[in-house]
């Protein structure tokens, strides 16, 4: 059963850092894409970063300049580093991967990133 399991939120003031990870379990076939979404308290789950297999990233326009996906192949492991986090950053960051030939995405169970003023 494939898991995408997150670590590396918690609390952080702004202008501080922090690394999300995201560790997909369960299968042997290759992952294509790989992102991450967040999700503010009262907002709709929205796009922070994708990653493909080759390495081709895109951001969302908040967090440009900011924050860096990356990808750790043989570890089936993608990253982000969140730069001069923000409060409107605050948010449940999920991750989730799509493995390659197949259309179905998975997503991790979440992780808290509060950002404070």
């Known amino acids: 059963q494939v898991q995408l399991v997150e670590s590396g939120g918690g609390l952080v003031q702004a202008g501080g850092s922090l690394r999300l990870s995201c560790a997909a379990s369960?299968?042997?076939?290759?992952?294509?894409?790989m992102g991450w979404h967040r999700q503010a308290p009262g907002k709709q789950r929205e796009l922070v970063a994708t990653i493909t297999g080759g390495g081709s990233t895109n951001y969302a326009d908040s967090v440009k300049g900011r924050f860096t996906i990356s990808r750790d192949n043989a570890k089936n492991t993608v990253y982000l580093q969140m730069n001069s986090l923000k409060p409107e950053d605050t948010a449940v960051y999920y991750c989730?991967?799509?493995?390659?030939?197949?259309?179905?995405?998975?997503w991790g169970q979440g992780t808290q990133v509060t950002v404070s003023s």
């Open positions: 369960g299968s042997r076939r290759s992952i294509g894409d």
């Open positions: 989730n991967a799509r493995y390659v030939d197949f259309t179905y995405v998975y």
